[in-house]
């Protein structure tokens, strides 16, 4: 009786077990078909087909004729999921990898954990791969789960070299510049962002809006479906198109050759940047690609600066240069005139305790205005300096341009330095200076600093009166060029500048620079360097008659402005006289600077010097 007792209650307990793993089961069934169903048809989803982030490609970077200078050349990288670092297990399928591919293991470890730590989604394995390494991924598949071949858009720059500084370059974004930007404004780690030049200024332009699209894959992740569907359309970037036109920098930069400077051309009647070459360089080609530490260290070690765009963003004493605007400040105040005689040039002045020599150790003599402008005697303007005060030859200088920004897309563009009292109030305390700084700042010496740019703006608004634009890199259509403000000098002091410079390329110390079949104006300059051998400087425009161009040269270290820079200057404005793009350019019915009947020769025994 006992035995049929037990065999019951065992029976029952058997039968309450079985009932409540039925409904347990149940219970699970109904939670994961009804309470989880969303969440479970998605994962399911997850399963069959995979999202994929896509890159917009960037705008081209075209020159004033649409030459291309800069596109995009579609690669493909082999990608690991960011679970790949998780397993150290010999057989794992990065060490696969690592073995197939011949790949440092440590060097790899090292940069895919940097690329983990950055929040990339995918880890890149190779990038740029070869046809062979893809192929090998794709043959084995299998064996390689989560391994994918993904292609890429990839900045190229066909003219890397010889654009490095106007074109820029693209870079991986990092989180400095997240913290520039308005919320991140879309940007992810990893990204590619514009670094410098017109990559950098007008990247909102440039960028485009990524797309995301859906595929379906098999188990092994290779995508099987037929059909792509799209949850976000790719836009691509917008084209930019510069103001440069490639022949004219090509010329300017073969005449600058290995020197170290730069030289920038624009057009007096638009403002227009033609050309622009800042040496040395660098390769924009090598900031897309993985560059190694040694060669990141070797470019900004280099004393050289090959980063460093000398258009915009170096400041020179002006020298020599600088004495047309000396000369126009004490023209516009009255003290003095054209013909004025000041006291002979013996080689130099007294002033104070200290003699301030002139440039040519004989001296020039008793000589005129003109004269010593036309041979650039210090000493004449060591007297002409201090027939006014330092903030009358400062509003001269800011007139032109001096002192400020000048360009439309370079925020890394120096101000320069046009001192006054206020500077030197602060540089040495009030009243504590004296007059002295007036004989340095008239020859373009002391403190004064100034861009290249801004130099080759001075040089067009005396050529035009004043009436030549800020330099523009961009093209735009639809912008009008705004009128700069009236210079505050008499149209017949501006035109007998124009005058004296045309004599300083016809004989005086500009004599390198002249040219038999068209008229060319311009003043030479030494810049001196405490830190070497001086600087040279020359500054054009060309034809007098009616002027198109205007150029600035500098050369580091070179020595006179009048041997080294006038040349370079000659040999870029032979080039623009003969090519497509004066014809194209050039308004015919445009006039500026004085007229004359036709080219004047200068005598052949005219006196010149190396100035």
Not at 43 to 69: C, H, K, M, S, W
Not at 340 to 367: A, D, Q, T, Y
Request: glycine share 10%.
């Amino acid at each position: 009786m006992n035995s049929d007792n037990d065999l019951l209650l065992r029976q029952r307990i058997f039968r309450f077990v079985i009932l409540a793993l039925f409904l347990i089961l149940l219970g699970n069934l109904f939670y994961m078909m009804v309470l989880r169903h969303g969440f479970y048809k998605e994962q399911a989803l997850e399963n069959r087909q995979v999202r994929f982030p896509v890159t917009a490609p960037r705008g081209r970077i075209t020159d004033r004729y649409g030459t291309i200078l800069a596109d995009n050349l579609y690669i493909a990288d082999i990608t690991l999921p960011r679970s790949a670092l998780l397993s150290d297990q010999p057989d794992s399928t990065l060490n696969r990898l690592i073995r197939w591919f011949e790949l440092p293991r440590d060097e790899t470890l090292e940069r895919l954990g940097q690329q983990k730590v950055k929040g990339q989604p995918r880890l890149t394995l190779v990038a740029n791969a070869s046809m062979s390494r893809i192929c090998a991924v794709q043959e084995r598949a299998r064996q390689l789960p989560g391994v994918r071949v993904e292609s890429r858009p990839r900045r190229r720059y066909l003219f890397g070299l010889m654009l490095s500084h106007l074109v820029g370059f693209v870079g991986e974004v990092a989180q400095a510049d997240l913290d520039i930007t308005d919320g991140g404004q879309g940007y992810r780690l990893g990204d590619m962002i514009g670094k410098q030049g017109v990559e950098l200024a007008l990247e909102n332009h440039l960028r485009g809006s990524d797309g995301l699209k859906l595929e379906e894959v098999n188990a092994s992740n290779r995508i099987v479906g037929r059909r792509t569907i799209w949850l976000d359309e790719v836009e691509p970037g917008a084209d930019v198109a510069m103001t440069i036109s490639l022949p004219l920098q090509t010329a300017m930069d073969q005449a600058i050759g290995d020197g170290i400077g730069c030289g920038v051309a624009i057009s007096v009647r638009t403002g227009e940047v033609l050309a622009a070459s800042s040496k040395p360089s660098f390769d924009s080609n090598m900031m897309t690609m993985s560059i190694s530490s040694a060669q990141w260290k070797a470019l900004i070690d280099d004393p050289a600066k090959p980063f460093f765009n000398r258009t915009v963003q170096a400041t020179y004493p002006p020298a020599s240069i600088y004495k047309s605007i000396t000369s126009l400040a004490a023209l516009s105040l009255g003290v003095i005139d054209t013909n004025s005689v000041l006291e002979p040039c013996p080689g130099g002045m007294n002033f104070g305790n200290r003699f301030f020599r002139c440039w040519k150790r004989g001296g020039h003599g008793l000589i005129d205005h003109t004269e010593a402008m036309v041979f650039s005697c210090d000493t004449y303007y060591y007297q002409l300096g201090l027939l006014m005060d330092i903030d009358q030859l400062a509003v001269a200088a800011r007139s032109f341009g001096l002192g400020q920004p000048v360009s439309d897309i370079f925020p890394s563009e120096s101000s320069g330095n046009v001192p006054d009292t206020k500077y030197y109030d602060k540089l040495f305390g009030p009243r504590k200076w004296t007059r002295g700084v007036l004989l340095n700042n008239s020859i373009g010496q002391g403190e004064i600093l100034v861009t290249p740019l801004q130099m080759v703006l001075l040089t067009a608004r005396i050529a035009t009166s004043g009436q030549t634009p800020d330099p523009t890199f961009v093209l735009n259509p639809g912008r009008e060029h705004k009128k700069p403000s009236a210079l505050p000098f008499k149209e017949s002091h501006l035109q007998w500048c124009r005058e004296t410079m045309w004599q300083v390329v016809g004989r005086g110390t500009g004599k390198a620079a002249r040219q038999d079949s068209f008229s060319v104006a311009g003043k030479t300059g030494t810049a001196q360097n405490p830190h070497g051998e001086d600087h040279a400087w020359f500054i054009c425009f060309a034809p007098v008659e009616n002027p198109e161009v205007a150029v600035a040269i500098i050369l580091e270290n070179a020595g006179h402005g009048g041997s080294e820079a006038a040349p370079i200057a000659g040999q870029w404005l032979r080039t623009w006289f003969a090519s497509d793009d004066r014809r194209n350019l050039v308004d015919k019915s445009g006039s500026y600077g004085p007229k004359r009947g036709g080219h004047r020769e200068f005598p052949d025994d005219a006196v010149s010097s190396r100035r």
